[in-house]
């Protein structure tokens, strides 16, 4: 079953603004993982967040958790044609070898 | 695609035929994974591998079956393909299960 389920389903933003992704998960979580894929590709791991920490920032994206809501959000600054892709949550239910359990993913479009 | 290779990249099939995808790395990690992929379902985990000869069920395990007998070859067994099992097949790699997860390249299966 699907723990994380992004939010929107579909993004369509004009190139440079800001693109914001949001992730709801259901049971506690050791960590939260984001996602990219382009068309026709495999995943590619952005960053990731563990449980104790409610911010964090690689080049320009940023992401924040909120544990007591059990939502995170995935923010792309000043995004670019470039960024167009699937983005993906991926929640893990502890640090040993239970899987990762991705949600269904955002589908964003950056217009030039 | 971090030393990961998927064997074959594109297959058709007919429905009741035995298929067979290979999943090889090079970066000597510990977990393997099986994953598929459908419009409307995100990716879903099929088996995974946690070790030589140590293999467990995912969401959709139904219909597929696993080996690994080294640490760098996954197989992923469809024992008689059904037009269900049309998809996309990605394999991925992990060196500590919680944490990040390093796609292959894919797998178009069609089953006629």
């Known amino acids: 079953s699907q723990q994380g389920e992004e939010d929107p389903q579909a993004l369509s933003i004009q190139e440079g603004e800001n693109a914001t992704m949001n992730c709801s998960y259901k049971t506690s979580i050791n960590n939260l993982q984001w996602y990219r894929q382009n068309s026709g590709r495999g995943l590619v791991h952005l960053i990731l967040i563990r449980s104790n920490e409610r911010e964090k920032h690689s080049g320009r994206l940023r992401v924040t958790l909120d544990t007591s809501k059990k939502s995170s959000s995935l923010l792309i600054t000043a995004s670019r044609a470039a960024d167009t892709a699937s983005y993906f949550c991926?929640?893990?239910?502890?640090?040993?070898?239970?899987?990762?359990?991705f949600g269904k993913g955002t589908r964003l479009s950056v217009i030039a | 695609d971090a030393g990961i290779t998927q064997s074959p990249r594109h297959k058709v099939t007919e429905t009741g035929t035995p298929v067979t995808l290979r999943c090889h790395q090079t970066?000597?990690?510990?977990?393997m994974y099986w994953y598929r992929q459908d419009p409307g379902h995100g990716l879903r985990l099929i088996h995974y591998s946690y070790g030589v000869k140590d293999t467990d069920k995912g969401e959709v395990s139904d219909g597929y079956s696993v080996s690994r007998s080294k640490t760098e070859d996954f197989l992923l067994t469809l024992e008689s393909a059904t037009s269900s099992q049309t998809s996309v097949y990605f394999c991925a790699i992990s060196a500590t299960g919680a944490y990040e997860q390093y796609f292959g390249p894919g797998t178009r299966l069609t089953v006629t």
């Open positions: 970066e000597n990690h510990r977990y």
């Open positions: 991926a929640t893990a239910r502890n640090s040993g070898n239970t899987p990762l359990v």
